[in-house]
Structures are given as structure tokens and as C-alpha cells.
Nanobody, 113 residues
Framework: QVQLVESGGGLVQPGGSLRLSCAAS????????MAWYRQAPGKERELVAR???????NYADSVKGRFTISRDNVKNILYLQMNSLKPEDTAVYYC???????WGQGTQVTVSS
């Protein structure tokens, strides 16, 4: 079972930035696509961004141009750089290894003045 541990969440003002990290407990990290999801209160969990093993990225329309997903296959870490944050970005953010259906425990991001 792969363990995924997120970090980097917190409280930020609208227009601010945060970088989330997700550390994977496996040396085969580079062999799998990875993704970030989020779940806001009272809403379903939604896909935010996905990155393939070759580095191809896809984003939800709501975050295009503001968020960037990346990965470090040496350190086995997935990142999500979030810029120009909005109150509607407030949610618990989860990383996921879709092929193995492994999820992290989540990290809270709150955008508020």
C-alpha cells in the first residue's frame, strides 16, 4: 500500500499563493500518473489537476492559468502551486495515485480575508 502525505495547506488572503506537497512512500512513484483533488464543504470531491508519468498535465477549468501541478521523480514528491487564490478555492486538498486508488489524508486550504 502506497502512503501519500500532503502538506503546505493553510490560511491565505484572496490573491495569495500556496504550494502544496505530497510525499509518496514508494520508489515506483515515477511509474504512475498522479492527481490533486479537492472537496469543499457540502460539495463532492472534484479533480483539480493531473500529471502523467511523462509530465503531461490537465486542469479543471476553474483553476487553469492559476494552478500548476508538477512532480519530482527523484524525491518522490508531487506539487501543486496555487496562485491568485480565490475564496471558492477553499477546500480540503487531496493527492491521489489513481492507478492504485491511493489517497492522502488531505490538507486544508482556506482563502479568506
Amino acid at each position: 500500500q502506497v502512503q501519500l502525505v500532503e502538506s503546505g495547506g493553510g490560511l491565505v488572503q484572496p490573491g495569495g499563493s500556496l504550494r502544496l506537497s505530497c510525499a509518496a512512500s514508494t520508489s515506483i512513484f515515477s511509474h504512475y500518473d498522479m492527481a490533486w483533488y479537492r472537496q469543499a464543504p457540502g460539495k463532492e470531491r472534484e479533480l483539480v489537476a493531473r500529471i502523467s508519468t511523462s509530465g503531461t498535465t490537465n486542469y479543471a477549468d476553474s483553476v487553469k492559468g492559476r494552478f500548476t501541478i508538477s512532480r519530482d521523480n527523484v524525491k518522490n514528491i508531487l506539487y501543486l502551486q496555487m496562485n491568485s487564490l480565490k475564496p471558492e478555492d477553499t477546500a480540503v486538498y487531496y493527492c491521489r495515485m489513481p492507478t492504485l486508488n491511493s489517497w492522502g489524508q488531505g490538507t486544508q486550504v482556506t482563502v479568506s480575508s
